[in-house]
T-cell receptor, first 112, second 114 residues
Framework: TQLLEQSPQFLSIQEGENLTVYCNSS?????LQWYRQEPGEGPVLLVT?????EVKKLKRLTFQFGDARKDSSLHITAAQPGDTGLYLC????????????FGKGTRLSVIA | DSGVTQTPKHLITATGQRVTLRCSPR?????VYWYQQSLDQGLQFLIQ???????AKGNILERFSAQQFPDLHSELNLSSLELGDSALYFC?????????????FGPGTRLTVL
């Protein structure tokens, strides 16, 4: 059983479109992170959210942590080919220097 | 560049063999984590070391072991390799023992078991 479920698994869109990917769990997380991973490389941290209801923006990316701290979403506005990659959410159930639990990811392809 | 280095980049070996993967954390980071990434399971946490001591254990097989040395680099040893061990192995590092800590990932080692 996957603790963090991500949807959709795959997403292929045209340049300029908007999209939202989701990360859901039945467990409460002390914090949640979003990573982007490109082929042949390790995941790179995009953002960390720690407060229920928190919204963070990173240029065209908007991240939201659910009020109950069980889910999160990533919204990309006007997607560009450079946004192509595997988007992973990861959470900590216990705060501190503890291991991350990862979802399986959403593989995004943005076509020019 | 995350500051975390992993060697080798690629490793091809046969079933039944033993390999060692190496990780050097970011300068100043005391924690090292090992993760395995496969297509069907995603990124799975294996084990964490903090300042030389084992801190947490995840889905690590008994055939696998790890250690962190006084200079803080870490090695992951995989023995009696099976076809299913073929995967990407990532090392990540983070800072102190308390409070919220970001993890920074290395570029990974791709292991292929034939």
């Amino acid at each position: 059983t996957q603790l963090l479920e991500q949807s959709p698994q795959f997403l292929s869109i045209q340049e300029g479109e908007n999209l939202t990917v989701y990360c859901n769990s039945s467990s409460v997380f002390s914090s949640l992170q979003w990573y982007r991973q490109e082929p042949g490389e390790g995941p790179v941290l995009l953002v960390t959210v720690v407060t229920g209801g928190e919204v963070k923006k990173l240029k065209r990316l908007t991240f939201q942590f659910g009020d109950a701290r069980k889910d999160s979403s990533l919204h990309i506005t006007a997607a560009q080919p450079g946004d192509t990659g595997l988007y992973l959410c990861a959470g900590r159930i216990i705060s501190g220097n503890t291991p991350l639990v990862f979802g399986k990811g959403t593989r995004l392809s943005v076509i020019a | 560049d995350s500051g975390v280095t992993q060697t080798p980049k690629h490793l091809i070996t046969a079933t039944g063999q033993r390999v060692t993967l190496r990780c050097s954390p970011r300068s100043g980071d005391l924690s090292v984590y090992w993760y395995q990434q496969s297509l069907d399971q995603g990124l799975q946490f294996l084990i964490q070391y903090y300042n030389g001591e084992e801190r947490a254990k995840g889905n690590i097989l008994e055939r696998f072991s790890a250690q962190q040395f006084p200079d803080l680099h870490s090695e992951l040893n995989l023995s009696s390799l099976e076809l299913g061990d073929s995967a990407l192995y990532f090392c990540a590092s983070s800072g102190g023992p308390i409070g919220f800590s970001e993890q920074f990932f290395g570029p990974g080692t791709r292991l292929t078991v034939l």
